[in-house]
Protein backbone atom coordinates (compact mmCIF):
# COMPACT_ATOMS: atom_id res chain seq x y z
CA UNK A 1 0.00 0.00 0.00
CA UNK A 2 1.68 3.70 -0.78
CA UNK A 3 2.16 6.17 1.84
CA UNK A 4 -0.54 7.95 -0.17
CA UNK A 5 -3.46 5.51 -0.07
CA UNK A 6 -2.78 4.88 4.01
CA UNK A 7 -3.07 8.21 4.83
CA UNK A 8 -5.79 8.41 2.99
CA UNK A 9 -7.90 5.67 4.34
CA UNK A 10 -6.51 6.55 8.40
CA UNK A 11 -8.21 9.88 7.53
CA UNK A 12 -11.57 8.05 6.21
CA UNK A 13 -11.84 5.96 8.91
CA UNK A 14 -11.18 8.57 10.97
CA UNK A 15 -14.18 10.51 9.95
CA UNK A 16 -16.29 7.88 10.11
CA UNK A 17 -15.47 6.62 13.83
CA UNK A 18 -15.78 10.47 14.57
CA UNK A 19 -18.97 10.75 12.85
CA UNK A 20 -20.39 7.44 14.70
CA UNK A 21 -18.76 8.65 18.01
CA UNK A 22 -20.55 12.27 17.75
CA UNK A 23 -24.18 10.95 16.15
CA UNK A 24 -26.13 10.66 19.43
CA UNK A 25 -25.20 14.21 20.78
CA UNK A 26 -25.66 16.21 17.90
CA UNK A 27 -27.55 19.59 19.01
CA UNK A 28 -26.92 18.76 21.80
CA UNK A 29 -25.12 21.54 24.40
CA UNK A 30 -22.21 19.97 26.48
CA UNK A 31 -24.27 20.55 30.19
CA UNK A 32 -26.68 18.17 28.32
CA UNK A 33 -24.77 15.81 27.13
CA UNK A 34 -23.25 15.22 30.56
CA UNK A 35 -26.84 15.18 32.13
CA UNK A 36 -27.88 13.16 30.09
CA UNK A 37 -25.30 10.77 29.25
CA UNK A 38 -22.72 11.53 31.88
CA UNK A 39 -19.27 10.59 30.58
CA UNK A 40 -19.04 9.10 27.13
CA UNK A 41 -17.16 6.28 26.64
CA UNK A 42 -17.96 3.81 23.70
CA UNK A 43 -20.87 3.98 21.00
CA UNK A 44 -24.88 4.27 22.65
CA UNK A 45 -28.12 4.89 20.60
CA UNK A 46 -29.36 8.54 19.49
CA UNK A 47 -32.54 9.35 22.02
CA UNK A 48 -35.96 9.14 20.65
CA UNK A 49 -35.91 13.05 21.31
CA UNK A 50 -32.76 13.96 19.06
CA UNK A 51 -34.12 16.26 16.39
CA UNK A 52 -31.09 14.82 14.19
CA UNK A 53 -30.54 11.58 14.89
CA UNK A 54 -33.87 10.50 16.51
CA UNK A 55 -33.84 6.27 17.01
CA UNK A 56 -30.31 5.67 15.20
CA UNK A 57 -28.90 2.81 16.92
CA UNK A 58 -25.52 3.19 18.40
CA UNK A 59 -22.34 3.39 15.89
Known amino acids: MTDRLDRALG ?3 GLALGDALGMPTQVMSRED ?3 VYGTLTGFEAARPDNPVSAGMPAG
Do not use: E, L
Request: proline residues 0%; charged residues 15%; hydrophobic residues 50%.
Open 11 to 13: AYY
Open 33 to 35: VVR
